[in-house]
Every structure is written in structure tokens, then in C-alpha cells.
């Protein structure tokens, strides 16, 4: 079982770009969770996906967006990058609302 | 909002000592896990303990819903058990987990 896979795991992109961050859920896995960890801080909810529709958001702006695909993978675009958004970016997955296991994560860094 | 704290915030311990973290929560809550964060960000699952206790080796864990709070036990600590700890927990009317802002834990050999 590979568990929770993230990629990049780094990134380095200019202030104004647009990224797009992928993960792979744990086998068996048909929900995916974004969060956000900036330095220092405890992981900050970004949204949910279930069914290849968004469950639930956090508050982010709309400069954040996703989707689910119908192999329960799963993409974070961030538009219009803000030097704020960098960050380590990290994926979970679960079956419907049980366990969460997490991806190693994407250290973002916008300059 | 639904509110999770956790402390202490940071914790130095020497090798072979015993520590407990606690976290604390405002509302009733569905679920509740356990995290260890390593330097390299991979947050590791300790505890899936939405109530009751668990242990697994030298870590065991306890929550207690009815007063709202769980505990993190671990003992005869050794420097591989640095790093930040982290509490997160979510309930039935949103499908997101919150997290505490974590433990900083040192080990000192």
C-alpha cells in the first residue's frame, strides 16, 4: 500500500503565477482534504472532496480551487500567487469522515 | 467555531522521562487522531481515539468526551520522539478536521 502520495514535493514560483498541486489517496480511500501549514502553525483546512464534488471549504479565497477525479485523486490550483501563499500544502485521505492519513506534503515557496 | 487547544506548547524532557500533552476541544466532537509531526513535515498517525483509551507500545492515548479533553502519554521518551504533536478533531456537522497548534517536544540525550 503506498499510502497518501503528494507531488511535487517542492516548488518554487513567482509571485502572480498559478500552481497546481496533485495527490493520490491511500488505496481504498474515496475522500481527499487539502490543508494549509504555514510555519510554525497547525494545519488550516482548505476544503474536502467526496464524489468528485467539493463537501466543504475553509476560508480561503477563491484563488483556491480543486477537483476529484474518478480515481479519487485530486489537484489544488492556487491562482494569482501571494507571497503569503507560501507554505507547506498538505493532502489527506480517509474512507467517507474516518481516519485521516496524510501525504508527506508540497513545501511551496513564492517569491 | 469549534475551538482545539493544546498544551503545554513546548516541552523539554532528557531521555528516559515521561511526559503527558493535553488537548482540549469546545464542542462535542465526532472524532479525534493523534499526530506527530516529523522535520520533514510528514505528520504520522499515533491515536485514532474518538473515545476511550489506547496504547500502542510506549504511547498510549485517552479521550474523554463527556469533559472534553484528550491525553497523550508517552514514556521512557527518546530523542526520535521530537518533534511536534499534534491534536485534530472534527464532528458531525462539518466535514473538516481542525487542528490544535501543536506541542513542540524536545528530547535532550
Do not use: M
Not at chain 2, 497523550?72 to 478533531?89: K, N, P, R, W
Request: proline share 5%; aromatic share 12%.
Amino acid at each position: 500500500d503506498a499510502g497518501v502520495t503528494q507531488s511535487p514535493t517542492h516548488l518554487i514560483k513567482t509571485r502572480g503565477q498559478q500552481v497546481t498541486l496533485r495527490c493520490s489517496p491511500k488505496s481504498g480511500h474515496d475522500t481527499v482534504s487539502w490543508y494549509q501549514q504555514a510555519l510554525g502553525q497547525g494545519p488550516q483546512f482548505i476544503f474536502q472532496y467526496y464524489e468528485e464534488e467539493e463537501r466543504q471549504r475553509g476560508n480561503f479565497p477563491d484563488r483556491f480551487s480543486g477537483h476529484q477525479f474518478p480515481n479519487y485523486s485530486s489537484e489544488l490550483n492556487v491562482n494569482a500567487l501571494l507571497l503569503g501563499d507560501s507554505a507547506l500544502y498538505l493532502c489527506a485521505s480517509s474512507r467517507s469522515n474516518t481516519e485521516a492519513f496524510f501525504g508527506q506534503g508540497t513545501r511551496l515557496t513564492v517569491v | 467555531g469549534i475551538q482545539v487547544e493544546q498544551s503545554p506548547p513546548d516541552l523539554i524532557l532528557q531521555e528516559g522521562a515521561n511526559s503527558t500533552l493535553r488537548c482540549n476541544f469546545s464542542d462535542s466532537v465526532n472524532n479525534l487522531q493523534w499526530f506527530h509531526q516529523n522535520p520533514w513535515g510528514q505528520l504520522i498517525n499515533l491515536f485514532y481515539i474518538p473515545s476511550g483509551t489506547k496504547q500502542n507500545g510506549r504511547l498510549s492515548a485517552t479521550t474523554v468526551t463527556t469533559e472534553r479533553y484528550s491525553l497523550l502519554y508517552i514514556s521512557s521518551s527518546q530523542t526520535t520522539d521530537s518533534g511536534v504533536y499534534f491534536c485534530a478533531v472534527w464532528y458531525s456537522s462539518a466535514s473538516k478536521i481542525i487542528f490544535g497548534s501543536g506541542t513542540r517536544l524536545s528530547i535532550r540525550p
